[in-house]
């Protein structure tokens, strides 16, 4: 049997195996505790919020319109309730701390399904080379510490999906065409329901696995009657999970189709033409170049490997996306942990028409790019708007006016006007939210406020222009190091970067 650091004699050492792997852990594990707040809105008033309300810590009324609908999947928020309580029976009960120790959980999850799919595909390149590569690739591509480390449903279908590739799916040494196992399929179509019960979306990826089964291994059709008995089972179950969860009966997978794609309710939130993704990973980013290397690769994997389930995976699920008029680049990162193997397969198909040593070196050179933009997805912000309840939860039980601009900020400080609010972060201070102008500084440093009232200003990284300089930082929820790194922001640093001022020692003498 492989031992867990020795894949094949000729390859990857002992010490090139430990080396690695302790530095993606480091990576992974400073991108989880960096990444505070949320990358989309919904992994946390989708989740948390759920969760919280299920544990009888918060109203239902605060509760987004996905929970009236009966459309949001209860397994995760099960999960995440069970987590939360098990934190607080622990003694853990600093809900930022809870919310590190998630995506510390997701990390984990991440690495380890990311291993089991490298461990069941390796043997498809002899060459010692190509396996470094695709070693490397599958921890190391750009986009994973985005959404690798999140504790969102993207992530997590992914992981039980490529768990259940994984697991019935593999390499023969020497071999270039994929063959089952048998390993149990039952099990295979609890992981592949798991995978859609996280998110439904992944019924159109075991939809074109199945379709793959049917057409290329139509003889074994006990074998996919299991892998569907097997997810049935699973989503029998999340029906249940369901009921324990909304107190009522519901089909939320029905819900979720009906109101989001017959109702058209999704394109509410924006909507965008079909090339919308292309136009995202190639208009105005520094890792372009990168990017239509990888869209080309894909490509050519495609076209070559027609007959190959991760085609059959791929595909569909990109064009479907690209077909749904509302788009979110989160959408397609599911899909994403299919990359590293198919762009690896393709470099050595291309390897007979160039020389070694320029392939080598494009490679090299690809891989430096990609590195870059690992580091600042690792360590970029995204949206940590909820850490300013660190600053608050600080300060004395005094009323708090709070100065921001536009509606990014009103997730945060909703003045129950509109009511979804992290209220998962918040304490039980009362605080006033101000819209922002030009003349809130000159007026409110005129105003004789009241003694008992905190006055501060919050900007996000773009609003930092309107900055005066009667203003003093007092709270910025990025480490100052990191704001170092981000070297004339080379990160690309996101609107979400959230800093508080206040008028120059106004409230010293209200504390």
């Known amino acids: 049997m492989v031992s867990f650091f020795q894949i094949e004699n000729t390859f990857f050492k002992k010490s090139f195996l430990l080396y690695a792997l302790f530095v993606i852990v480091i990576f992974y594990f400073l991108a989880a505790v960096i990444s505070d707040g949320w990358l989309n809105n919904d992994e946390h008033f989708q989740i948390l919020e759920f969760a919280n309300y299920k544990r009888g810590l918060l109203e239902k009324k605060y509760l987004a319109w996905e929970f009236t609908d009966r459309l949001r999947p209860a397994l995760q928020p099960m999960i995440a309730y069970i987590l939360l309580n098990t934190m607080s029976f622990a003694g853990l009960k600093n809900p930022f701390d809870q919310a590190i120790l998630l995506r510390l959980f997701s990390s984990c999850l991440f690495l380890f399904s990311s291993y089991f799919l490298f461990s069941s595909l390796r043997k498809r390149f002899a060459n010692p080379f190509y396996q470094y590569f695709y070693f490397l690739s599958t921890f190391f591509l750009y986009c994973f ?14 992981c039980f999906l490529i768990i259940a590739i994984a697991t019935f799916c593999k390499y023969e040494k020497g071999s270039n065409k994929m063959v089952l196992t ?58 249940l999970i369901d009921r324990w969860f909304y107190g009522e009966w519901v089909l939320s997978s029905w819900n979720y189709f009906y109101i989001n794609l017959i109702e058209n309710k999704a394109a509410s939130f924006g909507t965008a033409p079909w090339w919308w993704y292309f136009e995202q990973l190639l208009v105005g980013r ?81 891989a430096i790019i990609n590195f870059f933009g690992f580091v600042a997805n690792s360590f970029r912000v995204h949206d940590n708007s909820s850490q300013i309840f660190k600053f608050i939860g600080a300060l004395p039980y005094k009323p708090i006016v ?60 773009f609003d930092e222009k309107l900055n005066n300089t009667r203003l003093k930082t007092v709270y910025s929820a990025q480490p100052l190091w990191l704001s170092k790194l981000n070297y004339r922001n080379w990160m690309h640093k996101s609107f979400g970067d959230w800093k508080v001022y206040e008028i120059d020692g106004s409230n010293e003498i209200r504390k």
């Open 286 to 366: 520094w890792l372009s170049v990168l990017n239509i290397v990888l869209i080309i690769l894909v490509g050519v994997f495609g076209i070559r490997n027609y007959k190959h389930p991760f085609t059959w995976l791929f595909f569909p699920f990109l064009f479907v996306h690209m077909l749904i008029s509302h788009k979110e680049i989160r959408f397609i990162y599911p899909i994403m942990v299919f990359v590293p193997f198919m762009i690896v397969d393709s470099f050595l198909f291309i390897e007979g028409f160039f020389k070694k040593n320029i392939l080598y070196s494009v490679i090299v050179l690809l």
């Open 145 to 158: 510490p985005l959404f690798g480390v999140r504790f969102f449903s993207e992530n997590w279908s992914a």
């Open 402 to 461: 709070i100065y921001t601009q536009g509606e990014f900020f009103y997730y945060t400080l909703a003045n129950d006007v509109k009511s979804l609010s992290p209220r998962f972060y918040r304490k039980n201070h009362t605080i006033l939210r101000r819209e922002l102008t030009e003349k809130s500084v000159e007026l409110e440093s005129k105003r004789l406020m009241n003694g008992d009232t905190l006055v501060y200003f919050v900007f996000n990284s």
């Open 182 to 239: 048998n390993n149990s399929q039952l099990l295979t179509g609890m992981l592949l329901g798991l995978s859609f019960l996280f998110r439904y979306q992944s019924a159109i990826m075991i939809f074109g696995l199945s379709l793959w089964l049917l057409i290329f291994y139509f003889k074994s059709i006990k074998r996919w009657i299991m892998i569907f008995v097997g997810f049935l089972i699973v989503c029998f179950v999340g029906i």
